[in-house]
């Protein structure tokens, strides 16, 4: 996994060079990434597309939500394309979001959409200013 | 990076093709051209273009935090004197603790806070202890701050091309 998280390559056995490189064998390399993306150890992989790289946006949002109503709007917020990741934290905001899209238009109409099919109010914090990203976790 | 350019029509179909993830095939990139009637020449060639270009930042596995055992996922959030944030948010940023650092409005009431730092660790008190650092660093220019703990991962799929 740690090999994994800084770049793939692209050639036409990537799975034989990445193995290679640490000393597996290319059958082994496949079968225990799908067996981590099946138990959860692994959300993703693949490329990482970057939004504003082709002319879209992210912006984090966050809503309050009823503990009544958190699974029913769960359902709702995850559904719509856009949304990319989507937490739970213990604050009176409990609910926090990214929209990613195609075109930065498309955050309002997105977070439009969402007030309207959940009747709560959502607060859109977008980027001002990125100050760095960096840190990979050591597995 | 240069100016976004929107992708063409290819490179949306592998953009669409491998949103979910990389085909687990010996050969995915030849895999990906079958299904989408080109050379994996090409796709291979469209793909590093993206790569140098940004609009894939790389190809790689993106690990639960949970599962690796990294159980405490705090965002925490300051409120900094706006004359101060530029130069003080490069130094939360430098951190190599801190895995993402944001400027964003406040919102107030419900949210006065302009910094965000994101910081994992292990247990919780990993977490306050790195937040002290960051709180040592900021000093008298940061009027407020909070730690919003993470409690469940409900989606996490990344981008996802509409329609």
Known sequence: MNALQAGFPVLARPYAAAAKAIGMAEAELITRLGRMLDDGTLTRFGPMFDAEAIGGAFCLCAMQVPADRFDGVVAIVNAMPEVAHNYERAHPLNMWFVLATERPELIDVAVARIERATGLAVVALPKEAEYFIGLRLAA | ?163
Request: charged share 25%; glycine share 8%.
């Open chain 2, 1 to 163: 990076m240069s100016a976004p350019l929107p992708p063409d029509s290819v490179d949306r179909r592998i953009m669409r093709a491998t949103q979910r993830g990389l085909p687990l095939v010996a050969r995915p990139y030849h895999a990906i051209a079958a299904d989408l009637g080109i050379t994996a020449a090409e796709v291979m060639a469209r793909i590093n273009a993206m790569l140098a270009q940004g609009a894939i930042r790389r190809i790689a596995a993106v690990p639960n935090h949970f599962a690796l055992g990294y159980r405490a996922n705090g965002m925490t959030v300051w409120d900094v004197a706006d004359e101060r944030i530029d130069e003080l948010g490069r130094l939360i940023g430098a951190l190599e603790f801190v895995s993402h650092c944001y400027r964003r409005p406040r919102r107030p009431p419900i949210w006065p806070y302009n910094l965000f730092a994101m910081v994992h660790g292990k247990e919780r008190a990993d977490v306050e202890e790195k937040a002290k650092r960051i709180g040592a660093i900021l000093g008298d220019a940061a009027r407020a701050h909070e730690i919003l703990y993470s409690t469940r991962i409900l989606k996490k799929t990344g981008l996802r091309l509409a329609g």
